[in-house]
């Protein structure tokens, strides 16, 4: 099996920014493309953004373009996320994920989920 574990999520203000780790184990990490997704309190999980196993190809919702940027790292198995010019409405829960194919945008694309990190900030 596949253990992905999140880090690096914690309370910021308004405009900082922070980078999320997702480091995984148990299985061949360089073959699967990954996500990051979150989830609000009240609201669904929401996708964030991609990566393909090569890490040439990257994928962000709308909201995040231009402030956030995913990366990875295959000899050491971990992918982060760079989260810039952070704002209150990205208060969340952050999960990595692995797919094995499909399309990244979609929660049902992925088999294997990490236990979340809490993004909080403050206005």
């Known amino acids: 099996q596949v253990q992905l574990v999140e880090s690096g999520g914690r309370l910021v203000q308004a405009g900082g920014s922070l980078r999320l780790s997702c480091a995984a184990s148990?299985?061949?990490?360089?073959?699967?493309?990954m996500g990051w997704f979150r989830q609000a309190p009240g609201k669904e999980r929401e996708f964030v953004a991609a990566?393909?196993?090569?890490?040439?190809?990257?994928f962000y919702t709308d909201s995040v373009k231009g402030r956030f940027t995913i990366s990875r790292d295959n000899a050491k198995d971990t992918v982060y996320l760079q989260m810039n010019s952070l704002k209150p409405e990205d208060t969340a829960v952050y999960y990595c994920?692995?797919?094995?194919?499909?399309?990244?945008?979609?929660?049902?694309?992925?088999?294997?989920w990490g236990q979340g990190t809490q993004v909080t900030v403050s206005s």
């Open positions: 994920a692995r797919t094995p194919g499909g399309t990244v945008y979609y929660t049902a694309s992925y088999d294997y």
């Open positions: 148990g299985r061949t990490f360089s073959t699967y493309a």
């Open positions: 990566i393909t196993w090569s890490g040439a190809v990257t």
